[in-house]
T-cell receptor
Framework: DQQVKQNSPSLSVQEGRISILNCDYTNSMFDYFLWYKKYPAEGPTFLISISSIKDKNEDGRFTVFLNKSAKHLSLHIVPSQPGDSAVYFCAASDGGSSNTGKLIFGQGTTLQVKP | NAGVMQNPRHLVRRRGQEARLRCSPMKGHSHVYWYRQLPEEGLKFMVYLQKENIIDESGMPKERFSAEFPKEGPSILRIQQVVRGDSAAYFC??????????????FGDGTRLSIL
């Protein structure tokens, strides 16, 4: 039962172009969404988040878009840089009655930015 | 660096032994989460603790696994009688309060557990 899905295992883009990473979810109770970046042998690093009451949040080169009706969110990175090459995880916060804040992660998308 | 500290970074155990993984949260954080990542998969929630309390252990196997977060000292994830399937990366995350209040969790670099 995969409640958060990242259907593209990998993505390759040219330096300077836009990277778009996608994420779909099934649980309409999710109220908080996050993107994490992970390098090999390191822990996930928080990038950007969005509350379900918004449809867009921007932080520098990173923008997250949320389409609640489609249960879809995306992360845009522009311009992409070689240092952005990493695995990107989408995560959603369980907004159910327990409201413990536990995160449900997608499988990850490996982004490669070519110089 | 006052980030989330996990140790050891790598742990090798033989089948049937015990594994103890430690996590010290960020300064000022009193909420700890443990996640497990199997190869080629995303992170899976295991347990959520506050000081001296287990709040949600819905993701933790019922047998052999236990977790604690004592009043003093780090949080401990303990796996008894390890089996090959326990081989994974175990990540700890902390937040200043219940992350249901929309605070991002901050992760340590994980413990990579290998079972021989």
């Amino acid at each position: 039962d995969q409640q958060v899905k990242q259907n593209s295992p990998s993505l390759s883009v040219q330096e300077g172009r836009i990277s778009i990473l996608n994420c779909d979810y099934t649980n309409s109770m999710f109220d908080y969404f996050l993107w994490y970046k992970k390098y090999p042998a390191e822990g996930p690093t928080f990038l950007i988040s969005i509350s379900s009451i918004k449809d867009k949040n921007e932080d520098g080169r990173f923008t997250v878009f949320l389409n609640k009706s489609a249960k879809h969110l995306s992360l845009h990175i522009v311009p992409s840089q070689p240092g952005d090459s990493a695995v990107y995880f989408c995560a959603a916060s369980d907004g159910g009655s327990s409201n413990t804040g536990k995160l449900i992660f997608g499988q990850g998308t490996t982004l490669q930015v070519k110089p | 660096n006052a980030g989330v500290m996990q140790n050891p970074r790598h742990l090798v155990r033989r089948r049937g032994q015990e594994a103890r993984l430690r996590c010290s949260p960020m300064k000022g954080h009193s909420h700890v989460y443990w996640y497990r990542q199997l190869p080629e998969e995303g992170l899976k929630f295991m347990v959520y603790l506050q000081k001296e309390n287990i709040i949600d252990e819905s993701g933790m196997p019922k047998e052999r696994f236990s977790a604690e977060f004592p009043k003093e000292g780090p949080s401990i994830l303990r796996i008894q009688q390890v089996v090959r399937g326990d081989s994974a990366a175990y990540f700890c995350a902390s937040s200043p309060r219940n992350a249901g209040g929309n605070q991002p969790q901050h992760f340590g670099d994980g413990t990579r557990l290998s079972i021989l």
